[in-house]
């Protein structure tokens, strides 16, 4: 895998972490049970970081330890 697939995964964690942040922005718990768009829009960006993260090679995972 090269550093261009790495840095490609990494940039698309980073970017659905921030579109998720900027959904949840001036949200409420109350507001994430009851917009079922607002739940399934956050459960895609969290599938799109899992996904990307499941898929960052050995030697990219091997430089930052610190993350889990």
């Not at 049970?33 to 960006?45: G, P």
């Amino acid at each position: 895998m090269s550093k261009l697939d790495d840095l490609t995964r990494l940039r698309h964690m980073r970017d659905a972490a921030i579109e998720a942040m900027s959904f949840v922005e001036n949200r409420t718990r109350k507001d994430l049970d009851h917009d079922r768009m607002l739940a399934l829009a956050l459960v895609k960006d969290i599938e799109i970081i899992g996904e990307a993260a499941s898929r960052v090679s050995a030697d990219c995972q091997a430089r930052s330890p610190q993350v889990p």
